[in-house]
Structure formats: structure tokens, C-alpha cells
T-cell receptor, first 113, second 115 residues
Framework: RKEVEQDPGPFNVPEGATVAFNCTYS??????FFWYRQDCRKEPKLLMS???SGNEDGRFTAQLNRASQYISLLIRDSKLSDSATYLCVVNHDRGSTLGRLYFGRGTQLTVWP | DAEITQSPRHKITETGRQVTLACHQTWNHNNMFWYRQDLGHGLRLIHYSYGVQDTNKGEVSDGYSVSRSNTEDLPLTLESAASSQTSVYFC??????????????FGSGTRLTVV
């Protein structure tokens, strides 16, 4: 079983739509969670960290459900510029703060006018 | 400003040649990583380092080596390039401190073609 699993999509939505991505992780001891964004042929960039209480950054909301071991990302009022691949990322090192992260394969989003 | 740079951006090499990809960061991060990214596989970890003189194998380390002689650099060497190593290679760095793991910062990538 993969450490981090995501629906690869693609998700195709119109501008202004709300879209949600989920991912699941396998290690219940995971401590740190992130969403990354990757544009075509570019490097991944940190979109936001995911905190236990959930957190919001403008149109983006991240949620963590430790009991079910899944993470979600909600994008409201989608923009054309949101078109990208979204990577779910988890730290699996039990009790460790060392820096190894595990990446999902990504969910592709296309926002059309 | 602090940054992480990879060189070259593009490289074409022949099968059997030794190739070294450079990664240099000025964040003063202890942790550095090398990934490759291929269609259908996502990011796969090749090697990583938690500090000077420390190196560890990732999930796809065969045919690759790294060394960490200082904080800033983690060069990736392909000992004898193979066509299966044609890929996009990303270097990343991160910091862990005060009980918190911070996210990675990635370099712009090196597109390697082995012919």
C-alpha cells in the first residue's frame, strides 16, 4: 500500500466553481502534512501546511482527519490560474522531526473559462 | 535572497557516461534530497542527507550516488548513465527545528536525457 494516495483526476471545472481534493495516508504516526502545487514542467511549490484544527488561506481550506487518516483541500471560486497538479504530502517518520516527506502522485486540476 | 539552484537545467548524455548534477542551497538547511519525476510515478526519492557527511538511500537509489561535504551542496552522480535514467531531477532542502518539520523548497529541476 502506498504511503500517500490521491485521486489523480483530472478535475475539469469552470471558473468560479468549488472543487475538493482528498488524499489518504497509511501511517497513523504521521506528524506533518502539506499541500504542494506543481505547474507543468516546473518544480513543486508549497501551497500550505495542514494543521490539526484545519486552516484557511484565502480561497484555500485544508482539513485533516486523523481518525480516518485523510487530508482534504478545498478551493473556492476557482481561477484559471489555479490550473495545476496538487500534491498531498506527509511526513511518516514516527516521532521524528527529521525532514523526510512522502508525496502523493498528485491530482490534476484544469479550470476553464 | 536565499535560494536553491540546480545545474545544468538540461543535459543530454550518452549511455555509459558518468554524469553529475549539481545542487546548491544558501538557506543553510541541514536536510537535502534528490528526487526524480516520471509520468505515472510521481516524485521518487533517490538519496537524501540530514547533514554534512550523512547520506541515505531512497527508494530508487540503484545507479546513483551522493556525497555531502558541506552544508550547501549535494551533488548527484549517475555512475554509468542508462536510458532508464532519462527523467526530470529535482533537488530539495528543508529544515527541522524546535520539534517542527518544515516543508521542502525545491530547485527548478534538471531535465536529463540519456541517449
Amino acid at each position: 500500500r502506498k504511503e500517500v494516495e490521491q485521486d489523480p483526476g483530472p478535475f475539469n471545472v469552470p471558473e468560479g466553481a468549488t472543487v475538493a481534493f482528498n488524499c489518504t495516508y497509511s501511517n497513523s504516526a504521521s506528524q506533518s502534512f502539506f499541500w504542494y502545487r506543481q505547474d507543468c514542467r516546473k518544480e513543486p511549490k508549497l501551497l500550505m501546511s495542514v494543521y490539526s484544527s484545519g486552516n484557511e488561506d484565502g480561497r484555500f481550506t485544508a482539513q485533516l482527519n486523523r481518525a480516518s487518516q485523510y487530508i482534504s483541500l478545498l478551493i473556492r471560486d476557482s481561477k484559471l490560474s489555479d490550473s495545476a497538479t496538487y500534491l498531498c504530502v506527509v511526513n511518516h517518520d514516527r516521532g521524528s522531526t527529521l525532514g523526510r516527506l512522502y508525496f502523493g502522485r498528485g491530482t490534476q486540476l484544469t479550470v476553464w473559462p | 535572497d536565499a535560494e536553491i539552484t540546480q545545474s545544468p537545467r538540461h543535459k543530454i548524455t550518452e549511455t555509459g557516461r558518468q554524469v553529475t548534477l549539481a545542487c546548491h542551497q544558501t538557506w543553510n538547511h541541514n536536510n537535502m534530497f534528490w528526487y526524480r519525476q516520471d509520468l505515472g510515478h510521481g516524485l521518487r526519492l533517490i538519496h537524501y542527507s540530514y547533514g554534512v557527511q550523512d547520506t541515505n538511500k531512497g527508494e530508487v537509489s540503484d545507479g546513483y550516488s551522493v556525497s555531502r561535504s558541506n552544508t550547501e551542496d549535494l551533488p548527484l552522480t549517475l555512475e554509468s548513465a542508462a536510458s532508464s535514467q532519462t527523467s526530470v531531477y529535482f533537488c530539495a532542502s528543508s529544515e527541522s527545528r524546535l520539534g517542527t518539520l518544515y516543508g521542502y523548497t525545491f530547485g527548478s529541476g534538471t531535465r536529463l536525457t540519456v541517449v
